[in-house]
């Protein structure tokens, strides 16, 4: 029995993505020795939907991980790590913004 063709690139995802080149800070909490440490890092936005953002990072994030995307001077958006992968030696992320209810 044969696999079925994959879907074409437009039809695979959820939403329509469009660019987003920008720079972005993020953080990602971790619990370490019983305390939460913060841990700051920076990357290079990709691209943007309404229901997420792809972007690229030297930093190694996992697919479960919770991080902070800075939206302004004292504002987070909390996101969920979905996918990695590398391109040129750097980690390509895609992520699910939780938006407030």
Known sequence: MSKPAPLPPDERRRH??????????FTKVVMEFGDLQRYNFTGKGVDISPGGL??????KLEPGDFIQ????EDSYQ???VRWVGMIDGKYRVGVLI???R
Not at 16 to 25: A, F, Q, S, T
Not at 54 to 59: E, K, L, N, S
């Open 16 to 25: 329509p993505r469009i660019g987003y080149d920008m720079p972005l800070e």
């Open 78 to 80: 909390t996101a969920e």
């Open 98 to 100: 939780y938006h407030d």
């Open 69 to 72: 995307i800075k939206q302004g």
């Open 54 to 59: 792809g972007f690229v990072t030297d930093f």
